[in-house]
Structures are given as C-alpha cells and as structure tokens.
C-alpha cells in the first residue's frame, strides 16, 4: 500500500492504567457513541502481527450519511520517525472517520487496513497526508485512496491522562487517482481548493474527479 506518512519504530503497550489498550479503547468508542449515536453495525479485522481493529458503523442519519470509524489505532501512540525508540507514552494518537452517503460497507476492511498501517508499516498518520490502497476502497468505488483532512470538525479531541496527547478522529476523504496523483505534485491544500471551488460533495460515493487543468 503506497502512502505518503513517514517512518516510524514499532510502538509498545503502556504501563498506566489509565493508557492501558482497554481504556483507551473504552474512552474513543464513548466519545464516537456521544457523538454520533450507537452503533449501526461494526466488524473486527486482525492482520497478521497486528491487534485487533475495529470498524464501528454509524448511521444512516436523517441526511442519509453512514459515518464508518476506526477504533483500534488509537491505542498506542505514534512514534517521532527519528526517535532510537519508541515513547511507549508520548506521541500522536488518531482514529479515522470516513463518511458516505447511503453507505458503503464495502470500505470496512479498506479502512482497517489504513488503521494498521501504523503497526505494519510504521507510519505517522496526520493531516495532509494520504493513504493509497492501490485497489478501489469498495467495489466499483472510483476511489483507491483517501487524504486525512483535519481534526476537530466532526468529532471532538479526546484528552487523555498525561502525559499521553489527546485522541484525534482524522476525517478521511477519498480521493480518485487523478487526485491522488495532483495531490502528490501540488499538495493538499491546493486539492482541497479544487474540490470548495468546485462544490464537491465529497461524501457523494460515485462522484466523479474535480477538473484538475
């Protein structure tokens, strides 16, 4: 799976109770409920040499948008790329959040595969950055990778006891090749541009690419 996030030791399980997987885990999957209601539907996904991901459905709301969430990632922090070891207490936490219109629960398994490429890949997952799965995110999907938009929007920061960061829920937003690739040479913000200018509904499943010329 291509990306574009940098490098990173493996991290390791916490010694605080507090930070411990469990809790964590509880305290992310409370504030997703608090936000957006119980679950819909979730699924468990274990790669080989990984712990378990799950992906929580929310929805169909009143709009009609299903609201998919990691929920796994968040249990160990990421790790600075330049660092001899990994803080097994500081570093960036994140779970994903991608949403659709009408749903497509086809992307569960595209989305835990993003949410273990921390441990499988050692990446740091920000904003900015992009995940490519080299295959589209659900059958027929026009999209094969999404870009991490940033946090705070649609889901609240989750502190944690210190001296951990809080919790942050990276929306996702996919993108079609064509983007993905003039994401790649002129950034983000630039792509980001296109699709306001363009009045892209980026939840829209079959939407087709912006005009990138």
Not at 54 to 68: I, K, W
Not at 77 to 84: E, L, Q, R
Not at 131 to 153: H, I, K, N, R, Y
């Amino acid at each position: 799976m291509a990306h574009d996030f940098p490098l990173f030791g493996d991290p390791h399980g916490s010694s605080s109770p507090e930070l411990s997987r469990e809790a964590v885990l509880a305290a992310v999957e409370a504030r997703l409920i608090a936000t957006f209601g119980e679950p819909s539907g979730r699924a468990a996904v274990t790669f080989l040499g990984t712990d378990r991901i799950e992906v929580l459905r929310f929805g169909p709301d009143a709009e009609g948008l299903v609201r998919y969430a990691t929920l796994g990632m968040a249990a160990a922090p990421m790790a600075d790329p330049t660092a001899a070891v990994a803080d097994q207490l500081r570093g960036p936490r994140v779970e994903l959040v991608l949403t659709v219109r009408g749903g497509r629960d086809g992307v569960l398994r595209s989305l835990a595969t993003f949410a273990a490429t921390p441990q499988v890949e050692g990446l740091v997952v920000a904003p900015g950055g992009s995940l490519d799965l080299g295959a589209p995110l659900w059958d027929g999907a026009p999209f094969t990778s999404v870009l991490a938009a940033e946090p705070g929007g649609l889901v609240e920061d989750l502190g944690l006891a210190e001296p951990a960061e809080p919790v942050r829920f990276l929306p996702l937003l996919p993108m079609t090749p064509n983007e993905a690739g003039w994401k790649r040479v002129h950034g983000a913000a630039a792509l980001q541009e296109r699709w306001l200018d363009q009045g892209t509904d980026l939840r829209d499943p079959e939407r087709r690419g912006v005009r990138l010329d």
